[in-house]
């Protein structure tokens, strides 16, 4: 893989690294207002996640240990990277794989304290790591079957639309990002409804810039994971562009709907659910695929 | 301007409360009265909150626990007693187990009384915590936490509601 820094490049990585948190804390307000008008309530304002950061970063800080900030800063930094390297066009598995690793210094900073509701919220993290896996790297496989590349920037520059071939794939995908986002059912180790059994799960024992640090990851994580769904809309025109950007809100919608709608369910359903509709929509997809391609059909 | 006057997270102990106090505060996030729009979030974790609501009295039993959670907030923070029996212990003031109001363990900033006190007073009590929250983060906290030790010295002499009492006026008026 070569790698050739274009100013195109470094133009995308600095949009992502100032206009990442801007979108993502709009999006978590937007995503706060209409949950609560589905619950019949008013709402916060659209920039309470921005207030609910800024008032983290006055708070005094408090740790538990030196590891854990230094473990959240590097979820943060690696979170940074997964998202440069996504919307600079670098390859898809080198993104996965460096998002993996900013998940794991989340479970190992939750780990790096006594507390139980941290480490049942590491534990619950790593269980739900496991679910999700495998159906990521079969994303990756899928689009690389119909687009001929891993490369991102070579996936929504052309080649035919993926999400027609890819349906499996992309049913999978929506799986995915429920459990990603940390949407109800899913929301098994880091509940955003508080006061329950497992209080805040992973980020019990962080408070202060550190929690802050974790939401602002979570604001360029869920740009990421929303940009994602791009590559399955993107063939380099307009209007398959225009279509996939509705598409996104269309998803998040979904998911704010899902996330209404559903209990928190145990780890051993999300697991089962996870694996069984993830592994055989991606799995028969990438089947029929391959036999499509043999006798040429795609 | 602080930011922490827009985003109170709250945690919500009951201390020996009849539950009607707790019943109350519970109806403050539901969609009626919905606190979440001044950002008011319920947290079940002392780290992550700014406001200590606290219901019912204090008894022998909760004195470290409500010690506790106030120790593991970090600054600022502020104290609201919600209920008569939180307030001064109460119809309960004079059982044999009761110490008093939550002014006989930690400092207290906001008195909200009623038994039990109604959804609008406790929204009232907490966003008048969140003026005394903004002045802590203005330049008043050292005071805050000289005081807060003060009154550490005093908790040995239970049971002197009034002289507490009078302390953590004081103090609401720094
Ligand atoms: S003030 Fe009244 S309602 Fe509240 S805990 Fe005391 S007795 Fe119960």
Known sequence: ?298 | MAYVTKSPWVIHYDGSSCNGCDIEVLACLTPMYDVERFGIINTGNPKHADVFLVTGSVNEQNIPVIKQIYEQMPEPKVVVAVGICATSGGVFKDCYNTMGGIDTVIPVDVYVPGCAARPEAIIDGVVKGLGVLGEKKAGNYKAAVVQADEEEVEVQSFGETTDDTAVATDKEEV
């Open chain 1, 1 to 298: 893989m070569e790698f050739n820094i274009t100013p195109v490049m470094i133009v995308s990585a600095l949009a992502y690294l100032v206009l990442g948190p801007v979108v993502g804390c709009l999006i978590a307000g937007i995503d706060r207002k209409i949950t609560a008008r589905m619950q019949g309530r008013f709402g916060p304002p659209i920039l309470q996640p921005f207030y609910d950061v800024r008032k983290l970063l006055e708070k005094e800080p408090v740790t538990v240990n030196n590891g854990q900030d230094f473990f959240v800063m590097a979820m943060l930094i690696f979170m940074i990277i997964t998202g440069c390297l996504f919307f600079i066009g670098e390859n898809l598995l080198l993104v996965i794989f460096t998002l993996t690793t900013a998940a794991i210094f989340l479970v190992l900073a939750a780990y790096s304290s006594n507390s139980p509701y941290s480490q049942l919220g590491a534990e619950r993290e790593l269980l739900q790591m496991m679910a999700y896996e495998p159906a990521v790297l079969l994303i990756a496989v899928g689009l690389y079957m119909v687009k001929g590349s891993f490369n991102v920037s070579d996936i929504i520059s052309g080649g035919p639309i993926a999400v027609l071939p890819l349906l499996g794939i992309f049913i999978s995908y929506i799986f995915v990002l429920t459990m990603k986002l940390r949407k109800s059912p899913f929301d098994l180790s880091m509940s955003h409804h508080p006061h329950q059994e497992l209080v805040k799960g992973v980020t019990t024992e962080i408070s202060g810039r550190s929690l802050a640090a974790i939401e602002v990851s979570h604001w360029y994580e869920n740009v990421f994971l929303l940009g994602f769904i791009f590559l399955f809309f993107a063939n380099g025109s307009i209007l398959w562009g225009v279509i996939g950007i509705v598409a996104i809100l269309l998803l998040y919608f979904l998911e704010i709907l899902i996330d209404n709608g559903y209990a928190r369910v145990k780890w051993q359903l999300a697991f089962k659910w996870c694996w069984k509709i993830t592994l055989i929509c991606s799995g028969v997809n990438v089947i029929v695929l391959y036999f499509l391609k043999m006798y040429n059909l795609v």
